[in-house]
């Protein structure tokens, strides 16, 4: 099946493609936006969202250096408010290391492009590194729920092989997800190298089958 020429793999089509596989192609090869807006959740879901991306802004904002007091004073929902509160407590910009909010990591991957978007990425300068990525969701999912997305393997892959196309490597890649709504009980694993070739594999194959298929077995 033939993708839009401006088209890159990511955490979030493959996870659309491996939940369904009829709503990859509607929303990324037809361009149709999925679900259809029927009922009122879904209107408090998108102001959920919102709020989502305006925590993201503060955090990405708070890293180039403005005032936190001067972010906060901006704030005019409670809860924005008590999640900020919760993330200025993490004092992560006082730990070593070069941090990169919403850092942008691209990489060739089976004749296409493999992108990911990192809502904070440390390197420690000791061959370690931290992905940090920042779940506004209401509800906290468990560990196991979160192992298995998509974004667990794209994320640590993607900043692997990105660091061995320069001839580094990473000793140890940490990934926290982290709740404001659950601030003290993050979800944390580390990403072992004995995995890469293992998600290799598993990503050239939800690839293979994405590319090669045509419309009607979608």
Not at 143 to 163: E, H, T, W
Not at 201 to 211: A, D, F, K, Q, R
Request: hydrophobic share 40%; net charge negative.
């Amino acid at each position: 099946m033939r993708l839009p020429d401006n088209f890159s793999f990511s955490q979030q089509n493959l996870q659309d493609y491996v939940d369904c596989k009829y709503r990859f192609l509607l929303k990324y090869v037809r361009g149709i936006e999925w679900p259809a807006v029927e009922c009122e959740p879904v209107v408090l879901q998108e102001v959920r969202m919102e709020l989502g991306a305006q925590f993201h802004r503060l955090v990405q904002q708070y890293f180039a250096g403005i005032d936190p007091s001067a972010l906060e004073s901006m704030i005019q929902s409670d809860e924005l408010a008590d999640w900020w509160q919760a993330f200025c407590a993490l004092k992560l910009i006082e730990l070593p290391g070069e941090k990169s909010a919403e850092k942008i990591l691209t990489i060739p991957f089976a004749n296409n492009r493999l992108v990911a978007k990192y809502d904070l990425l440390i390197n420690h300068f000791d061959g370690n590194y931290t992905i940090y990525d920042w779940k506004t969701s209401q509800h906290k999912p468990s560990p196991a729920k979160m192992m298995d997305r998509l974004q667990s393997i794209v994320y640590p892959y993607v900043l692997q092989s990105s660091l061995t196309s320069r001839n580094e490597t990473a000793s140890v890649i940490e990934m926290i997800y982290w709740f404001p709504t659950h601030p003290t009980e993050p979800i944390e694993f580390t990403y072992s190298s004995q995995q890469l070739e293992n998600d290799r594999e598993y990503l050239m194959g939800l690839v293979s089958e994405i590319t090669t298929n045509d419309e009607d077995w979608f």
